[in-house]
């Protein structure tokens, strides 16, 4: 691809991590007030883990990020939620997000 997104509109919080919360790059969902957990397959998610530290999450709520995907999504507004193992999956019940390129096992989508 000719065009770089990253760093577009990029919004980050950090959360208390739940203590199974242990890898980067998962989608995320509430699960407490200011507490993050990694999704179960099927959640909504409010966004991306970017780092988890010392009981701490940083979250990336909004903006461009490439996320792990569980097949080639359709590009354009995509109804997506959390799938199996810590990836994004296509999902009639998920929230909208632009999906700007996608492959069989990543996407570039905007949150």
């Known amino acids: 691809m000719n065009v770089n997104f990253n760093g577009y509109n990029e919004n980050v919080a950090t959360f208390v991590a ?7 790059g998962v989608p995320v969902k509430i ?3 200011g507490t993050v957990a990694a999704c179960a397959s099927g959640d909504k998610f ?7 530290r ?12 490439t996320v792990k995907t569980s097949a080639k999504l359709a590009l354009g507004f995509t109804k997506l939620a959390a799938g199996a193992s810590g990836v994004v999956a296509a999902s009639d019940s998920g929230r909208e997000h632009l999906v700007i390129n996608s492959t069989a096992s990543e996407a570039g989508i905007i949150l």
Do not use: T
């Not at 739940?18 to 980067?24: E, G, Q, R, Y």
């Open 54 to 65: 010392d009981g701490y999450a940083a979250v990336q709520l909004s903006g461009y990020v």
């Open 31 to 33: 699960s407490a007030d």
């Open 46 to 52: 409010c966004g991306i883990c970017v780092a988890v």
């Open 18 to 24: 739940d203590s199974k919360l242990n890898a980067v």
